[in-house]
């Protein structure tokens, strides 16, 4: 079964919308996550880095899987809000060394 002209274009906003958000959104989360995941890993400082950073690759590319699998353009816009308290626990001791 095919689709028509009118179908077909009409799927168009939302395939730009989940592309940005794997790819800015995704880019936003995996960094929240690497940030949160090096400072919660119980290891040394580099090691946890290290780790984090290696597992971030995972991280990206499972987002973006996901921004194009899920049932609709707010869960991914949901998802990409997730990293707002992975980016709290990240980069928490920078911001109090900033307000100070």
Same mark, same amino acid.
């Given at each position: +079964?095919?689709?028509? =002209? !009118?179908? !077909?274009?009409?799927? $168009? *906003?939302?395939?730009?919308? %989940? ?22 890993? *119980? +290891?040394? %400082? =580099? ?5 984090? !950073?290696?597992? !971030?690759? =995972? ?6 899987? $996901? ?5 609709? &353009? %707010?869960? &991914?816009?949901?998802? =990409? ?10 980069? $928490?001791p920078q911001l109090l060394e900033a307000l100070q």
């Open positions: +079964m095919t689709r028509s =002209v !009118s179908q !077909s274009r009409s799927a $168009w *906003p939302d395939i730009a919308a %989940r592309t940005a958000l794997a790819v800015l959104g995704g880019y936003a989360f995996t960094y929240a996550a690497t940030a949160a995941l090096a400072r919660l890993l *119980p +290891m040394d %400082r =580099v090691d946890a880095l290290a780790t984090a !950073s290696l597992l !971030s690759f =995972v991280v990206y590319l499972a987002f973006i899987l $996901w921004a194009f699998t899920a049932t609709s &353009v %707010r869960r &991914v816009l949901a998802g =990409v809000s997730g990293a707002l308290p992975l980016a709290a626990i990240g980069f $928490w």
